[in-house]
């Protein structure tokens, strides 16, 4: 692209070079920053624009050393993605869909499903060879994801933000460097399962269990159209007043499906804990799945201790499972309980209720003594879980 005849665009050039068993080594050969602004003298280049920076040595730059070439088979990289991510958390643009605010290039990363932006929809199929139409659907998904794993806290919780740009880039770039140039993704589908990969690995140096995120990716690309824009088969979950679905929560330990009573009738109306007597749990479960949810079973867990960390504070309920009938496609709440359980008097109680079902297991069996997790990761990430403080 040129403005009065002076080049406005950047690269990042790839180079090669021979590898052990005949294989082929990519990586960045250079890159190339020209103009970002021509009406200004001196005129000011693009190399000081970190967006752009990390569209071509954080998008292209990892691709070209692991698939041996400067985009994805399906998209033209994930640039637009880690640009919009990592100069969120502190913004204050007012127009935040912006994914180049300082340039022409009109490019969001917001864009909206009801207008084609999805996979498989018309602006995916009808792309042209750039693929750069499928890069803002793609941006638009991970920065969802991005959103969901703290990106879309308040603007004061600076804190919050930064580390769910993070992460994101973290699942974003571990899912890269899995790729080879026979494995580069050609399709939507594909570069799903290499981020799920990616979840599912611990990342030692920050002391986090892998596992956490595969719901909260599998949805990215659902609310993307991916899949038809159709939950899972079988979605059995807790509804804690984001209908199964993964928008940022704030507060995760308010699940309103979960409340506690004196006596075991049944009645719907919390009661605050009774310290040192039993007292009777009860959940509301639904599927959000087409198929039928079968061999459900709810779990209940207590903890009145300082730390929420699963499963080092927790402890099973006096009653510590219970079965329930099959849900139906898209059903209704189905009350399960009562869960017998004994709170302390000293400090807060916590009820933590997990539902499973054929197909769709909660979390809970990703950890375990010595592979455990905080609660802030696990909780609101899994819609099968349901936490109150009670």
């Known amino acids: 692209m040129s403005i009065d005849g002076l080049e406005m665009n950047a690269k990042c050039i790839m180079t090669t070079r021979p590898g052990p068993h005949d294989s082929i080594i990519g990586g960045i050969a250079s890159a190339i920053f020209c103009l970002a602004e021509v009406r200004v003298n001196p005129h000011i280049g693009n190399a000081s624009d970190w967006r752009i920076v990390l569209h071509e040595l954080g998008g292209h730059g990892p691709l070209q050393n692991h698939v041996n070439d400067s985009h994805f088979g399906f998209a033209h990289s994930p640039g637009d993605g880690l640009a919009a991510i990592l100069n969120d958390p502190e913004s204050k643009a007012p127009d935040p869909g912006s994914t180049y605010p300082w340039t022409p290039l009109g490019r969001r990363h917001d864009r909206a499903t009801t207008q084609g932006w999805s996979w498989d929809g018309p602006k995916d199929i009808g792309d042209d060879a750039s693929q750069l139409q499928r890069e803002q659907i793609l941006s638009t998904t991970h920065f969802r994801l991005y959103q969901s794993l703290g990106g879309g806290a308040d603007k004061t919780k600076v804190d919050i933000r930064r580390r769910a740009a993070r992460m994101a880039t973290y699942?974003?770039?571990?899912?890269?460097?899995?790729?080879?140039?026979?494995?580069?993704?050609?399709?939507?589908?594909?570069?799903?399962?290499?981020?799920?990969?990616?979840?599912?690995?611990?990342?030692?140096?920050?002391?986090?269990?892998?596992?956490?995120?595969?719901?909260?990716?599998?949805?990215?690309?659902?609310?993307?159209?991916?899949?038809?824009?159709?939950?899972?088969?079988?979605?059995?979950?807790i509804d804690d007043g984001r209908h199964g679905e993964y928008p940022y929560q704030a507060d995760h330990a308010r699940c309103p499906a979960v409340w506690n009573r004196h006596q075991k009738d049944g009645h719907a109306r919390h009661q605050a804990p009774a310290a040192n007597v039993v007292n009777y749990a009860y959940v509301k479960i639904k599927n959000r799945g087409s198929r039928r949810a079968k061999s459900v079973v709810v779990e209940a867990f207590q903890n009145a201790q300082a730390g929420l960390v699963y499963p080092d504070d927790w402890k099973p309920t006096k009653t510590p499972q219970l079965s329930a009938a099959d849900l139906p496609p898209h059903s209704r709440e189905v009350t399960v309980g009562p869960f017998e359980w004994i709170p302390t008097g000293a400090g807060d109680n916590y009820v933590l209720m997990a539902v499973s079902a054929l197909g769709d297991r909660s979390n809970l069996h990703k950890f375990s003594t010595g592979r455990s997790i905080p609660d802030w990761r696990l909780v609101p990430h899994d819609n099968n879980l349901g936490l109150r403080k009670i």
Do not use: M
């Open 171 to 237: 699942l974003i770039l571990r899912a890269i460097q899995s790729l080879t140039p026979t494995t580069n993704p050609h399709h939507a589908s594909d570069w799903l399962c290499h981020l799920l990969v990616a979840d599912a690995a611990d990342w030692t140096s920050e002391g986090y269990r892998g596992g956490a995120f595969e719901k909260v990716i599998r949805w990215a690309f659902e609310k993307q159209g991916l899949f038809g824009g159709a939950a899972p088969d079988v979605d059995v979950y």
